[in-house]
């Protein structure tokens, strides 16, 4: 019996109760003969309550003092649930990420792990405790500053823990019973995956499938750390994410793993752009030096007459003033008319590695579309990924139509979405 990393997502340790049901099920483990590592999310909403607030004191809240306050979500679950372990006559401790050894860079709101040095859980473990990590967080290798890893990096804790600490497995629990071809909130006759690639599983978290976080699965298929989404809720198996099925599993890979939709993405327009090379250059150079990440990018035909053009691109919605900001500040040097933002936005993709293989599947994909009567706005692909850009009020009914279309429906049991709000 080795070690194993679980990770509780916020619907799991949404409240009292939630806290005492994960803390029995974290202590079953213990009993089963295992070493158990414990990454918690902050309490439901609670991430997002403390957002609001910081902004009703300031609109555009300082990064470092942000990350001070959104750290304090993670670190109220952490100390409950060690007090409910213990309270069922089983040693835990709590540590915050920068106890845990959780190393990042010092980009506020968005750091990326650099290192992990868990001696302080190691030796915790070694003495028979079992170890609370407070998610999403770590400290600063430059400025020694408290970080946090950008919305939904309790992932990437907890697969950034069992990659340091050799686990055998990293269990994210959370409120769903795994991977589904589609969001349950979304497609009630989405079927749940029994095992996913790492390729398929990436693809599908960077179009939106927040169930697993995209650097979170990076960090896992670099350090080949299997994982097992499950329900906190339900004693279900549920799907493996690994480089190759594991055990008797059984399990071809399929055509189409799934269909992912994201609402959280903006489009900006650079309007009247001069249509001469170093352009786009200046354009983006612009966005990446204020730091913003940019997802696609069109630039319409050449109007010949005025010889101007039109630059959209999507991005974050929370980056969306930053990156405005920014373009207007460099104005003359790029040299542009005005700026378009659109927010009503949403974006569907088909993901599956078998598209490489089986012509056609673009081709369907569009004639569902237009079958539901969604417009296309921007279009990109990859080898195993077609994306859509399409108005955010098309986004439910065109995902039910592709995953009609692609034959994803299931036939009997409904997804069930045990708790959370979705938000
Ligand atoms: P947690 O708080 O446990 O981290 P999240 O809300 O981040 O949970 O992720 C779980 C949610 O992900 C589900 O409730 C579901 O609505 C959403 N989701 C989106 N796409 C999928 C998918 N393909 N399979 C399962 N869940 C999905
Ligand atoms: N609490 C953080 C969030 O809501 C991190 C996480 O849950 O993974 O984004
Ligand atoms: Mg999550």
Redesign the pocket.
């Known amino acids: 019996m080795g070690l194993v990393v679980q990770k509780y997502?916020?619907?799991?340790v949404a409240d009292a109760e939630g806290i005492k049901r994960v803390a029995k099920r974290i202590v079953e483990a213990k009993k089963n003969g295992h070493q158990v590592v414990a990454v918690v999310?902050a309490m439901g909403d609670t991430t997002d309550e403390l957002i609001d607030l910081a902004e009703q004191v300031s609109p555009i809240p300082a990064g470092r003092e942000l990350d001070m306050l959104l750290t304090a979500g993670e670190r109220i679950s952490m100390a409950l649930l060690a007090m409910a372990i213990k309270n069922l006559g089983h040693n835990a401790q709590s540590f915050t990420g920068s106890q845990a050894g959780v190393i990042t860079d010092s980009v506020h709101n968005k750091a990326r792990i650099i290192d992990v040095t868990p001696g302080r859980i190691r030796d915790s473990l070694d003495v028979g405790n079992i170890a609370i990590v407070a998610g999403f967080q770590g400290v600063s290798q430059d400025t020694k500053d408290i970080t946090t890893l950008g919305r939904?990096g309790?992932?990437t804790t907890a697969v950034a823990l069992a990659a340091a600490l050799d686990a055998e497995v990293c269990e994210i629990y959370?409120?769903?019973d795994g991977?589904?071809t589609?969001?349950?909130?979304v497609v009630k006759k989405a079927k749940k995956i029994d095992w996913i690639s790492f390729e398929d599983m990436l693809e599908?978290a960077a179009s939106g499938?927040?169930?697993l976080l995209h650097r979170c699965v990076e960090y896992a298929r670099r350090y080949n750390i299997p994982i097992h989404v499950r329900s906190s809720f339900s004693g279900l198996q549920g799907t493996w994410v690994s480089s190759e099925p594991i055990g008797d599993q059984q399990v071809e890979q399929a055509i189409i793993s799934?269909v992912?939709h994201d609402t959280s993405e903006a489009k900006i327009t650079v309007v009247g752009v001069p249509d001469k090379p170093g352009e786009a250059a200046s354009i983006f150079r612009t966005i990446a030096d204020a730091e913003v990440n940019i997802d696609m990018v069109v630039q319409n035909v050449s109007a010949a007459a005025t010889g101007l053009t039109d630059i959209s691109f999507t991005l974050p919605k929370t980056e969306g003033r930053k990156a405005i900001d920014a373009l207007e500040k460099n104005k003359s040097g790029i040299g542009f008319d005005s700026l378009r933002y659109d927010d009503q936005i949403g974006k569907i993709s088909l993901v599956g590695a078998g598209m490489k293989t089986n012509p056609g599947v673009t081709a369907d994909f569009f004639t569902a579309l237009s079958e539901a009567g969604v417009n296309i706005e921007l279009i990109s692909t990859s080898e195993i990924r077609i994306s859509v850009v399409t108005r955010a009020d098309d986004v439910p009914e065109a995902v039910r139509a592709v995953h009609t279309a692609f034959g994803l429906d299931s036939d009997s049991d409904e997804a069930v979405?045990y708790g959370?709000t979705?938000r």
């Open positions: 997502g916020g619907s799991s999310s939904g309790s992932d959370t409120d769903v991977v589904f589609a969001d349950p909130r599908l499938s927040k169930v799934g992912a979405v959370g979705g």
